[in-house]
């Protein structure tokens, strides 16, 4: 049996184009969809139709992740996203999503498994307790999660850290992020093969069309609504560095030494300023 993971993909359709794609080379038995289809990228029903085009194809599980918890969440209760601001890159989302997309998240189950011959298989966005929590390589959070799990393997994605782990007799794999990955150019997801009692698991990376996606930021209207935010998951695209986790953690440095708000934008003007990410936008913008 061969399982293809996929997570993270946050409407990056030109990532998700090519991994479908390489997908054909792998042919796997079953794909696994492990949450965060839309947010952050331009476009989120182009996502949305390649997401049905290859569940309709190839025999899939799909969960929920905590991007669309949040416009389940939204639905209910709209207030407080302002667009040129964090989270008027979510509101971008939002006011491109169909009340159908929606009524699809939220059929979503939270996590689901898999009966294979190596054994059960947990599908989770974060961890089988907990969709939001950050699993990164040799940490605590993993271990922890590792030493409790009642399955032989789990595939997770959520931190955007792609690696594989074994420890007390169980794999874990994160795919890592399709299409805002935190160490490369390229998407990634996860081939895991399956043969009687033994697992073998693979990170697999692929080159697609960073410059097709970049390019829609501005006349989609998102670069403006999404504000400095959009502006680093950009130069998180264009360099495969962590643009975006940098700028997080020096806006919360700031706002402490200032005794501000993690949403004051002025503060993540400032942190992209100090990030050059304004220069790695416009040089990227200029060759588009
Ligand atoms: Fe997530």
């Known amino acids: 049996m061969r399982i293809a993971a996929i997570s993270d993909i946050h409407s990056n359709h030109s990532a998700l184009e090519?991994?479908?794609?390489?997908?054909?080379?792998?042919?796997p038995d079953l794909v696994a969809f492990l949450g965060d289809y839309v947010s952050d990228c331009p476009y989120p029903q182009k996502t949305l139709k390649l997401l049905r085009e290859i569940t309709d194809f190839y025999p899939s599980k799909v969960i929920i992740g905590n991007r669309e918890q949040y416009f389940i969440d939204y639905r209910k209760s709209p207030?407080?996203?302002?667009?040129g601001t964090r989270s008027g890159s979510l509101l971008y989302t939002y006011e491109n999503l169909t009340d159908e997309d929606i009524d699809y998240f939220a059929s979503l189950p939270f996590s689901t498994d898999i009966d294979s011959e190596y054994g059960k298989i947990i599908l989770c966005h974060g961890s089988p307790d907990d969709c939001r929590l950050v699993?990164?390589?040799?940490?605590?959070?993993?271990?922890?999660?590792?030493?409790?799990?009642?399955c032989k393997m789990i595939l997770?994605?959520?931190?955007?850290t792609s690696f594989v782990d074994e420890r007390y007799g169980k794999i874990m794999v994160n795919?890592?992020?399709?299409?805002?990955?935190?160490?490369t150019t390229e998407t990634e997801f996860a081939i895991i093969d399956i043969e009687k009692q033994s697992a073998k698991a693979e990170i697999v990376r692929?080159?697609?069309?960073?410059?097709?996606?970049i390019s829609e930021f501005v006349p989609s209207g998102l670069f403006d609504k999404?504000?400095?935010?959009?502006?680093?998951?950009?130069?998180?695209?264009?360099?495969?560095?962590?643009?975006?986790?940098?700028?997080?953690?020096?806006?919360?440095?700031?706002?402490?030494?200032?005794k501000s708000y993690f949403d004051d934008e002025k503060l993540w003007e400032q942190a992209a300023q100090e990030l050059g990410i304004d220069y790695i936008i416009r040089e990227a913008l200029a060759h588009v």
């Open 18 to 27: 090519a991994a479908a794609d390489e997908l054909n080379k792998y042919k």
């Open 79 to 83: 207030n407080g996203w302002k667009f």
């Open 135 to 150: 699993i990164k390589p040799e940490s605590e959070e993993l271990d922890r999660t590792m030493k409790n799990a009642d």
């Open 156 to 160: 997770c994605g959520h931190s955007h």
């Open 175 to 183: 795919s890592g992020s399709m299409g805002v990955p935190v160490s």
């Open 206 to 213: 692929v080159p697609y069309n960073v410059k097709e996606i």
């Open 226 to 258: 999404a504000a400095t935010w959009g502006k680093t998951i950009m130069a998180n695209i264009i360099t495969g560095d962590k643009y975006n986790q940098r700028c997080v953690h020096r806006v919360i440095q700031l706002a402490n030494e200032r």
